[in-house]
């Protein structure tokens, strides 16, 4: 799980900074004193959605366990709060008071949630590609 959200955050990192002109257009490029290499991975995924790279069909304030059922930009919250749970133990300890936490010790009990992560980090991976296949793509030529 750890080494998925170290994939993802490279990934959006990459695609981010391939996307530097397109964001700065946008104005959702970072100022000079936050600059994103020092991002977090919960700040590079609002990234990808405010970018439309990872589009949302919930509200923000949706219940991790409900974002499964959303589009990829709302499923990557659970992606999130998962990661965070296994890489710092406040956000754990946080989990265990609020919902159903994972049982990180019980691999077999892990393995669901396991493919769940896998699965939204290949349909992120797959949105992101589509976002870097369009920016390596040249503008088709203007016909008379």
Same mark, same amino acid.
């Given at each position: 799980?750890?080494?998925?959200?170290?994939?993802?955050?490279?990934?959006?990192?990459?695609?981010?900074?391939?996307?530097?002109?397109?964001?700065?257009?946008?104005?959702?490029?970072?100022? *000079?004193?936050?600059?994103?290499?020092?991002?977090?991975?919960?700040?590079?995924?609002?990234?990808?959605?405010?970018?439309?790279?990872?589009?949302?069909?919930?509200?923000?304030?949706?219940?991790? /366990?409900?974002?499964?059922?959303?589009?990829?930009?709302?499923?990557?919250? /659970? /992606?999130?709060?998962?990661?965070?749970?296994?890489?710092?133990?406040?956000?754990?300890?946080?989990?265990?008071?609020?919902?159903?936490?994972?049982? /990180?010790?019980?691999?077999?009990?892990?393995?669901?949630?396991? *493919?769940?992560?896998?699965?939204?980090?290949?349909?992120?991976?797959?949105?992101?590609?589509?976002?870097?296949?369009?920016?390596?793509?040249?503008?088709?030529?203007?016909?008379?």
């Amino acid at each position: 799980m750890v080494m998925l959200g170290c994939s993802v955050e490279a990934g959006l990192l990459a695609t981010a900074c391939a996307c530097e002109e397109e964001l700065k257009a946008a104005g959702l490029w970072p100022s *000079d004193s936050d600059p994103i290499t020092r991002w977090e991975l919960g700040k590079l995924l609002e990234l990808g959605r405010k970018a439309s790279w990872l589009p949302t069909s919930l509200p923000k304030n949706t219940d991790m /366990f409900s974002s499964l059922e959303g589009e990829v930009g709302d499923a990557v919250r /659970f /992606f999130l709060r998962i990661r965070n749970a296994s890489v710092h133990p406040g956000n754990y300890v946080r989990i265990v008071a609020e919902e159903d936490a994972p049982d /990180f010790r019980n691999s077999a009990a892990m393995k669901p949630t396991y *493919d769940v992560l896998q699965g939204i980090s290949g349909v992120l991976f797959e949105r992101l590609r589509t976002v870097m296949t369009t920016l390596a793509s040249p503008p088709a030529p203007a016909t008379s």
